[in-house]
Nanobody
Framework: QLQLVESGGGYVQPGGSLRLSCAFS?????IGWFRQAPGKEREGVSC????????VYADSVKGRFTISRDDSRNTVYLQMNSLKPEDTAVYYC?????????????????????WGRGTQVTVSS
């Protein structure tokens, strides 16, 4: 009954790309991506609404990251391009119960009810 499972993390050089996946099982709801670096608070990265009617990006990743979803596969993706060392973190996907639209700015950690275990992204030379 695991609700969210992230995958696709890895080690990449600055300027490189990674594609993260978030598999969900409990419905067609909005999905948020968060990240947490050692010693820092968990911060919002992006959000995609049900049916992909809208998307939200943090200013720090706007223009570099793209969120999308494939409803037939129950999967949300986060394509990360032009990666920087400051993108290094554990990346988590999350859902708020029965919510179909993204909150303004993607919401905060406290807004979400279900979390995956995370996938590590390391950007370094």
């Amino acid at each position: 009954q695991l609700q969210l499972v992230e995958s696709g993390g890895g080690y990449v050089q600055p300027g490189g790309s990674l594609r993260l996946s978030c598999a969900f099982s409990l419905g067609d709801y909005a999905i948020g991506w968060f990240r947490q670096a050692p010693g820092k608070e968990r911060e919002g990265v992006s959000c995609i609404s049900s049916k992909a009617f809208s998307t939200v990006y943090a200013d720090s990743v706007k223009g570099r990251f793209t969120i999308s979803r494939d409803d037939s596969r129950n999967t949300v993706y986060l394509q990360m391009n032009s990666l920087k060392p400051e993108d290094t973190a554990v990346y988590y996907c999350a859902e708020e119960k029965y919510r179909t639209d993204c909150r303004e700015g993607g919401g905060t950690q406290a807004d979400y009810d279900y979390w995956g275990r995370g996938t590590q992204v390391t950007v370094s030379s």
